[in-house]
């Protein structure tokens, strides 16, 4: 039986930024802070209450309903609204609260979010507290944040939304197809966070990248997505198809080498390619490119007979359009397994200088592996121990550990 705590919780993640949105949108003289303290309150009433009176038949038209009279009260109260009377102004919020407008408030919440006058760490932050309804520590927790810097950045967001009039409200509909780039861009680094972290547990990661996928559905069934829209549905069923064999049956973190092909979900796989060929058309974006990765990882029956000659080459055209660090590792680990080895580490060793990617332990890890394949282990020791001093996870120093003590043992 579902408790009145799980029940407040599953409330909290479907509705929380929704009826923040709704409040703002309902009157310009709610700010974000105040909008967020009165759902807050809303939902400690309905603990309160329901823990006397019992859970109600429409817990979210309950909570809905407690939420807009708070807000009347509120605006009444301070006096806050010139030339509407009462009536009409809970007749507009009776509107803004119906059931109707649920069905799609996410996705006008998420072209919200999208709003050109904000950073995009500010656009991901606000996504993932009012659109996937995430708490502030969770929010920390995924993208490597403290607490106390998601608080302050919120802070800062909730005032420029405030003094510049940037409401969380649907966009006019001239402004969604401009602002389309920014929502994949946003999805992206949400399904990423899920996929690529390794903070916060297994389930919340696989939750993240199962919201994503649900976001970037929804712009198509909405009809507001394009071939764009398709070519990263396809990148993130690809991954979301590898991510039970991520994990060995301990929780450790595994190479792609060592993962178990047969626990890779073949119907998404299909799925991915159904939509990366949809995705056909005459742009190709980066989108396009990952996914065709991810496509020849996934249909590679072992790491050997992957095809990294055409992976090389994907890299390499994504790396020339879109120049990037990090694309540029991948680009080099892929020439090392396609052959070319020596410019693979000329490419590393020359990351070495960039000041980002000295500090990433990845670029490490991965020289102390390549390293370790070309028989200079004593080199290769040099680099998983520099790595593992630049993660403070735990998962993460585990997988460097690990890949120490197979190179000790020979087992690699």
């Known amino acids: 039986m579902v408790s009145i705590e799980q029940a407040v919780d599953k409330l909290y993640k479907d509705h929380f930024g929704k009826m923040v949105s709704v409040l ?13 303290d009165l759902v807050q309150d809303s939902f400690s009433a309905a603990l309160t209450d329901w823990k006397t009176n019992g859970i109600p038949l429409n817990p979210a038209g309950w909570i809905y309903k407690v939420c807009r009279n708070k807000a009347l009260n509120k605006i009444k109260k301070e006096k806050r609204i010139e030339g509407l009377n009462e009536n009409t102004f809970q007749e507009s919020v009776e509107m803004r609260f119906s059931e109707s407008v649920l069905d799609d408030q996410q996705l006008k919440l998420l072209f919200a979010c999208a709003h050109p006058d904000l950073s995009p760490k500010v656009q ?4 993932l507290k009012y659109v996937v309804n995430l708490k502030v520590d969770v929010i920390a927790g995924v993208l490597g944040m403290t607490v ?18 940037i409401l969380l409200e649907e966009p006019p509909s001239a402004a969604l197809r401009p602002r389309l780039p920014t929502v994949h861009k946003i999805i ?7 996929y690529k972290s390794f903070r916060g547990t297994e389930i919340l990661r696989e939750e993240l990248c199962e919201e994503a996928l649900l976001l970037n559905k929804a712009l198509m069934d909405a009809h507001l997505g394009n071939k764009h829209t398709a070519a990263l549905h396809a990148l993130m069923l690809f991954n979301s198809a590898r991510f039970k064999s991520r994990f060995g049956t301990s929780g450790e973190l595994l190479n792609l080498e060592k993962q178990d092909r047969s626990l890779w979900n073949k119907a998404l796989i299909q799925l991915g390619n159904d ?27 072992s790491f050997a007979d992957t095809d990294w000659g055409t992976i090389t080459q994907l890299y390499a055209r994504l790396l020339n359009e879109h120049p990037n660090p990090f694309v540029e590792l991948n680009y080099a680990i892929a020439l090392f397994y396609s052959g070319q080895r020596l410019q693979a580490f000329q490419i590393l060793h020359a990351l070495e200088r960039h000041p980002i990617l000295n500090q990433y332990y990845l670029l490490n890890s991965a020289l102390g592996k390549l390293h370790h394949l070309e028989g200079n282990d004593i080199l290769a020791r040099q ?23 197979e190179m000790e043992t020979g087992n690699s």
């Not at 709610?30 to 909008?35: F, G, H, N, S, Y």
């Not at 991901?124 to 996504?127: D, F, K, L």
């Open 148 to 165: 106390d810097g998601v608080d302050k950045l919120l802070l800062r967001a909730r005032q420029k939304i405030k003094d510049e009039k």
């Open 24 to 36: 703002l949108y309902a009157s310009r003289d709610i700010d974000p802070e105040t909008a967020e």
């Open 124 to 127: 991901v932050v606000i996504t």
């Open 188 to 194: 992206y680094l949400i399904f990423n966070e899920g």
């Open 275 to 301: 939509f990366l060929h949809a995705s056909k058309g005459e742009e190709i974006t980066s989108y396009h490119l990952e996914a065709s990765i991810a496509y020849l990882h996934c249909v590679a029956h």
């Open 383 to 405: 680099y998983l121990i520099k790595a593992y001093d630049q993660t403070g996870f735990a998962k993460e120093q585990e997988f460097i550990q690990k890949m120490m003590l």
